[in-house]
């Protein structure tokens, strides 16, 4: 019963902007972490951005300075504000999270369908 929807993907120009949103649904107990990765054709799937264990915010290199993560733990949700987007931006996103259901001791992975993101002129 607990899934992750994705929101916010589409077709953008290049220097635009996206938010991307992904709600955790369901019947959870907690959520430990939450973060987004994206694949782009032809290639492996990467991180984009997450929460380190130290407390800071581990970006791809790629992406730093351009995107932020931030969320909205009420709503058990995870945005990714992206800024001056590139073509090479182009990819599906995912969401993470790893979560514990309700009556479960222990976290579960899960991951969201993923949505498109397209930066073309």
């Known amino acids: 019963q607990v899934q992750l929807v994705e929101s916010g993907g589409g077709l953008v120009q290049p220097g635009g902007s996206l938010r991307l949103s992904c709600a955790a649904s369901g019947r959870i107990y907690s959520v430990t972490v939450m973060g987004w990765y994206r694949q782009a054709p032809g290639k492996q799937r990467e991180l984009v951005a997450a929460?380190?264990?130290?407390?800071?915010?581990n970006y791809a290199d790629s992406v730093k300075g351009r995107f932020t993560i931030f969320r909205d733990t009420a709503k058990n949700t995870v945005f990714l504000q992206m800024n001056s987007l590139k073509p090479e931006d182009t990819a599906v996103y995912y969401c993470?999270?790893?979560?514990?259901?309700?009556?479960?001791?222990?976290?579960?992975?899960?991951w969201g369908k993923g949505t498109l993101v397209t930066v073309s002129s």
């Open positions: 993470y999270a790893n979560l514990i259901p309700w009556h479960s001791d222990y976290g579960v992975d899960y």
């Open positions: 929460p380190s264990k130290d407390g800071s915010t």
